[in-house]
């Protein structure tokens, strides 16, 4: 139980990590703020005796559903430019919901992913000292060929 607790107030701490980072904030209030755009703008728009928005919380309570793809179809847009705002919060809904999950992701397997780097960035220094021995080796073998050959053509010895 006290490892289970501890691996639990490990991975707490990551996620709140992730939340306090600018990029999760940042998209926090953009997408917050296009909502709150898209819901007054949508509001306005759907106004009239046939609209299912009577209120602004109806708005609000659409451009949720749109934005989080819930969706629950019980209050829509009528007008033609409710339904492109519409479109536009489910992209919108989308597209911030892959980033917030791949922040997420990115950031409880932060360290997972640094342990595993480390063997191969230490393969890889390897493989270069290798490669330079090699590369050392070569250039030796060019001078000494080249020395050779001028040896072989001052004497006058043909082949």
């Known amino acids: 139980m006290k490892k289970l607790t501890k691996v639990f107030k490990k991975e707490t701490r990551k996620i709140f990590k992730v939340f306090l980072e600018p990029t999760f904030i940042y998209l926090t209030i953009v997408g917050n703020s296009i909502l709150m755009i898209a ?95 090699i590369e050392e080796s070569l250039k030796e073998i060019s001078e000494r060929l080249e020395r050779l050959e001028n040896t072989i053509l001052k004497t006058g010895v043909k082949k």
Do not use: N
């Open 39 to 133: 819901t007054v703008i949508v509001y306005y728009l759907e106004k009239g005796p046939k609209s299912q928005m009577k209120t602004y919380f109806d708005s609000l309570w659409w451009g949720i559903s749109t934005i989080t793809t819930v969706a629950y179809g019980d209050i829509l847009p009528q007008t033609f430019w409710g339904r492109i705002i519409g479109i536009a919060l489910m992209y919108t809904g989308t597209v911030l919901f892959i980033s917030f999950t791949g922040l997420i992701v990115s950031g409880l397997m932060k360290e997972e992913v640094e342990e595993e780097m480390v063997p191969l960035q230490q393969e890889i220094q390897l493989e270069e000292e290798k490669q330079k021995k």
